[in-house]
């Protein structure tokens, strides 16, 4: 299998901020990649240097074969791109504005008209095709900036968090119509801060702190690799988070993570049966009222905190609702 996109150390520094620091990948063909990591990490500054938005500073990179400075003309030719701002012209309508890529794109008139009104039946955006873009909500906009990037139907595709901002029946909508072109053939390299879209999307995960990659694998490798068992445990009542904290301290062999709004507290464990005993003996001894506790392997969140220290700032309760 070939490579849709290669990077070889690239580096991009603004002023004295470094903001890729020698990132290599490959992206083999009709596969993807999910570039998971905080606010900064260089996941913006990837797709940009990637889609010939921005030149690196070092090393190199080829996409679809062309490289990314040397051959950056044609190299538009075969992307989609839709950037983490959509990129949309307010006064066309939505319709208007999918036929203007469909001609920049030299499809000719008809065909691009025809892939507007396609597209814009596939983004649930008919009713809104002929009203100017400057009246549509947040979602739509996103909605018309995807649709945009597939127009040519290009063989690959860059989305910088395609899904931030959509509702849950678009954002199942958009996982449906993206693992198709995959499935045809297209090769996807998306950033997220869902990792419930990484696991869902994802041949590969790389995730990047501070312009450089810190892990990467599938999602099963990853949560290998971070390994263990958790202790999640849900109480009664506010009042006991901090009691059953000092409870689950003992047994805790990394960070542990509260979540006050749901009254529910997770923390790694080594011997999982046995520290859940242990835990819940001293739960009860202390009399705390316990709601739920249970032993479950890690998820992709939990890789994520292990690897950056950072919570995934995404809320997955959005995205665990869209696969419902
Ligand atoms: N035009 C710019 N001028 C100066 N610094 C920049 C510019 N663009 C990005 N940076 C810096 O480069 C680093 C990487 O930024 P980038 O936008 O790639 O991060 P990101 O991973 O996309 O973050 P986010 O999750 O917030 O979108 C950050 O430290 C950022 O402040
Ligand atoms: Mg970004």
Same mark, same amino acid.
């Given at each position: 299998?070939?490579?849709? %996109?290669?990077?070889?150390?690239?580096?991009?520094?603004?002023?004295?901020?470094?903001?890729?620091?020698?990132?290599?990948?490959?992206?083999?063909?009709?596969?993807? $990649?999910?570039?998971?990591?905080?606010?900064?990490?260089?996941?913006?500054?990837?797709?940009?240097?990637?889609?010939?938005? =921005?030149?690196?500073?070092?090393? /190199?990179?080829?996409?679809?074969?062309?490289?990314?400075?040397?051959?950056?003309?044609?190299?538009?030719?075969? %992307?989609?791109?839709? &950037?983490?701002?959509?990129?949309? @012209?307010?006064?066309?309508?939505?319709?208007?504005?999918?036929?203007?890529?469909?001609?920049?794109?030299?499809?000719?008139?008809?065909?691009?008209?025809?892939?507007?009104?396609?597209?814009?039946?596939?983004?649930?955006?008919?009713?809104?095709?002929?009203?100017?873009?400057?009246?549509?909500?947040?979602?739509?906009?996103?909605?018309?900036?995807?649709?945009?990037?597939?127009?040519? @139907?290009?063989?690959?595709?860059?989305?910088?968090?395609?899904?931030? &901002?959509?509702?849950? /029946?678009?954002?199942?909508?958009?996982?449906?119509?993206?693992?198709? =072109?995959? #499935?045809?053939?297209?090769?996807?390299?998306?950033?997220?801060?869902?990792?419930?879209?990484?696991?869902?999307?994802?041949?590969?995960?790389?995730?990047? @702190?501070?312009?450089? #990659?810190?892990?990467?694998?599938?999602?099963?490798?990853?949560?290998?690799?971070?390994?263990?068992?958790?202790?999640?445990?849900?109480?009664?009542?506010?009042?006991?988070?901090?009691?059953?904290?000092?409870?689950?301290?003992?047994?805790?062999?990394?960070?542990?993570?509260? #979540?006050?709004?749901?009254?529910?507290?997770?923390?790694?464990?080594?011997?999982?049966?046995?520290?859940?005993?242990?835990? $819940?003996?001293?739960?009860?001894? #202390?009399?705390?009222?316990?709601?739920?506790?249970?032993?479950?392997?890690?998820?992709?969140? @939990?890789?994520?905190?292990?690897?950056?220290?950072?919570?995934?700032?995404?809320?997955?309760?959005?995205?665990?609702?869209?696969?419902?």
């Amino acid at each position: 299998m070939s490579d849709a %996109i290669t990077a070889e150390g690239l580096v991009k520094k603004y002023g004295d901020v470094t903001a890729l620091d020698e990132l290599s990948f490959r992206v083999p063909q009709g596969t993807v $990649l999910a570039l998971l990591g905080p606010n900064g990490a260089g996941k913006t500054t990837t797709v940009r240097v990637l889609t010939t938005l =921005l030149r690196p500073d070092g090393g /190199r990179a080829t996409v679809a074969g062309y490289d990314v400075v040397s051959d950056a003309r044609r190299l538009r030719a075969h %992307i989609g791109l839709s &950037g983490q701002y959509a990129a949309v @012209d307010e006064h066309l309508t939505g319709a208007e504005n999918l036929e203007m890529v469909g001609r920049l794109y030299h499809l000719g008139a008809k065909r691009s008209r025809s892939r507007a009104r396609e597209l814009l039946e596939r983004f649930d955006l008919a009713d809104a095709a002929d009203r100017p873009v400057k009246g549509y909500s947040g979602g739509m906009r996103r909605r018309i900036d995807l649709a945009g990037a597939l127009v040519a @139907d290009p063989p690959v595709l860059f989305l910088d968090e395609p899904t931030t &901002g959509l509702d849950p /029946r678009a954002r199942a909508a958009l996982w449906d119509t993206l693992s198709e =072109l995959v #499935a045809a053939g297209s090769t996807l390299l998306l950033t997220t801060q869902y990792m419930e879209e990484a696991d869902h999307l994802a041949n590969q995960i790389m995730v990047v @702190d501070h312009g450089r #990659a810190i892990a990467r694998g599938t999602a099963d490798e990853l949560k290998d690799q971070v390994g263990g068992n958790r202790i999640e445990l849900t109480v009664t009542d506010a009042t006991e988070l901090e009691t059953a904290r000092q409870s689950l301290a003992w047994v805790a062999v990394g960070a542990m993570r509260t #979540a006050p709004e749901s009254l529910q507290i997770t923390v790694p464990v080594t011997d999982g049966p046995e520290a859940l005993r242990e835990v $819940l003996g001293r739960l009860a001894e #202390a009399g705390v009222r316990v709601r739920d506790a249970g032993l479950r392997r890690p998820t992709l969140d @939990d890789v994520y905190l292990t690897l950056t220290g950072h919570q995934a700032s995404g809320t997955d309760e959005r995205a665990r609702e869209a696969t419902r």
